[in-house]
Structures are given as structure tokens and as C-alpha cells.
């Protein structure tokens, strides 16, 4: 095998990623945007910013932040559901009780709403078509509602 043949096995993958902005490091609810990957987009009057990216699983990402950097709200949709384990990061766990007590009240998780004092979670769709938002109620800048998430 070639040197320019390794290279372009090795290279050409991460390259085409880099350039697409695929991407899967994102923060958490509650932590702050990292500026080392795409540069955001400012949103509502600087109330807000926003950066999109895009999971292994070709799902895209939107990512909220406040004026900050902390980041009070994410948005999907795409073929797979994301990791909200790590997108949700200290708000799993509420977030798991809350869809733990949907579930045992009879209400179906294929399109659910899991509304804690801490956190929002809206998830639906079907399979290779799914679309949600996470929000923390407490944490939309003045101006921004949950309305604006999409």
C-alpha cells in the first residue's frame, strides 16, 4: 500500500467530517458552549446563541446558550435520538424519574412530555424520524420561551 494510499484511508474520513462540522461534543444542560468547535449564531437580540451540529447518528443538534455561554437548551431531529444521558448530563436523573412516572401512569413515551420543577423534556416521532427539546425552565434569558426552541 502506497503512503498516498494510507493517506487518503486515514485522512480523508476526518477531513470530510471537519469540513461538514459533524460533530458529537457537545456540553451539557447547565454547562457552558465551548467555542472550539463551529462559531455561533446569535439569536433574539443577543438574548440568546445558538450552534448546530450533528451526532453519529446524523442526527442534528441545536445547542442554546445565554449571552454567558451557559447552555439552558438543546433541540433535535434527525434518523436516531440522541444521548440524552449526556446532553441532559446532572438533569437525567430528574428527567428519568419524571418519564419513569409517565410511564407507570399509563402515558406513552413515543410522544411524551416529562415536565420537572428542573427541567423540560419533549420527545416524539417514529423510527428513523425523531424530534425533540430539552429545556431548564429556570435558565431561558429574560425574553427567550420555549417557544422560540425549534
Do not use: K
Not at 3 to 14: C, D, G, K, Q, T
Not at 133 to 141: E, I, Q, V, Y
Request: glycine share 10%; charged share 15%.
Amino acid at each position: 500500500m502506497t503512503n498516498f494510499s494510507l493517506f487518503r484511508r486515514a485522512a480523508f474520513p476526518a477531513l470530510l467530517s471537519a469540513f461538514l462540522c459533524v460533530t458529537d461534543a457537545q456540553a451539557e444542560l447547565g454547562g457552558t458552549m465551548s467555542f472550539t468547535a463551529a462559531a455561533p449564531v446569535s439569536l433574539l437580540n443577543g438574548a440568546a446563541r445558538m450552534r448546530t451540529s450533528v451526532d453519529a447518528g446524523g442526527t442534528t443538534i441545536d445547542e442554546y446558550a445565554s449571552s454567558t455561554g451557559r447552555i439552558f437548551a438543546y433541540t433535535w431531529q434527525g434518523p436516531t435520538m440522541p444521548d440524552l444521558r449526556a446532553l441532559l448530563g446532572p438533569y437525567d436523573a430528574s428527567y428519568r424519574s419524571g418519564a419513569t412516572a409517565n410511564l407507570a401512569a399509563g402515558r406513552e413515551l413515543h410522544a411524551a412530555r416529562v415536565a420537572r420543577p428542573d427541567v423540560v423534556v419533549e420527545s416524539g416521532g417514529q423510527m428513523r424520524s425523531y424530534v425533540g427539546r430539552a429545556w431548564l425552565p429556570d435558565a431561558l434569558p429574560a425574553g427567550v420561551t420555549p417557544d422560540d426552541l425549534h
